[in-house]
């Protein structure tokens, strides 16, 4: 018997979900093939909504369907690392320019200021992983306060592979004090609408993060060259 379209809908979300969830964990490795009924047996559901979830994945560059051989999960190099930071680099600093001339109230910049504050907190109780998820957070808010819908389209195809490498390097890296020094920088940039200083800030921002990530990457030989 079909299933139901708003059961198949569901059960697709899911394994996107769950999908994604066993990618940035790494538990599906880059690099690694596994086919639809593995998959399957996996998540524990039928191969037509882990088919239909790989299609979509496939298009947010998280993995690659190989006919008759089932899905390879992409390994993110260094060089379409260093590509991706330029271009978000760009598109942030712009949002963050395209926010502090709106003229955004206290309460417009309240999920950014949350996002900060989150991320100062977990710093203080040496909590990466949720500093990592209110990093996450500020970078969307951003781009969602610069009101461009075609940044935030392009910003959001590239985040899941910043996610990745970031996960990646989490706990090698130093505790990230100066990353939260420049996201309260911006913020107040924001809220003082001095587009700016806002924009030189965060440039600054990304160009540190890329070149501590990459330095990462290319030191440790931990994504595909």
Do not use: C
Not at 24 to 35: E, I, R
């Amino acid at each position: 018997m079909t299933e139901p379209r708003e059961k198949q809908g569901s059960n697709t979300q899911r394994a996107v979900e769950q999908l994604r969830d066993l990618i940035f964990s790494g538990v599906l490795a880059g690099g690694s093939n596994h086919l639809e009924t593995e998959l399957a047996e996996m998540l524990g559901m039928s191969r037509t909504p882990v088919r239909e979830a790989a299609v979509l994945l496939e298009a947010q560059g998280l993995l690659e369907l190989q006919p008759r051989r089932g899905v390879r999960i992409q390994p993110v190099s260094v060089d379409d690392m260093r590509e991706i930071y330029e271009v978000l680099t760009e598109l942030e600093s712009l949002a963050a320019a395209n926010a502090a001339a709106a003229g955004y109230s206290d309460a417009d910049l309240s999920g950014l200021d949350a996002a900060v504050t989150a991320m100062e907190e977990s710093i203080e109780a040496d909590d990466l992983e949720t500093w990592a998820k209110a990093d996450e957070m500020f970078h969307r808010e951003l781009v969602r306060l610069g009101k461009n819908s075609r940044v935030v389209t392009i910003a959001a195809m590239m985040s899941d592979q910043v996610r990745r490498a970031r996960q990646t390097t989490l706990h090698m890296r130093a505790m990230p004090s100066r990353s939260n020094e420049d996201h309260r920088a911006v913020l107040n940039a924001i809220r003082g609408g001095d587009a700016v200083e806002a924009r030189r800030i965060h440039r600054e921002h990304r160009e540190r993060a890329k070149n501590e990530i990459i330095g990462l990457l290319e030191k440790y030989r931990i994504l595909s060259l």
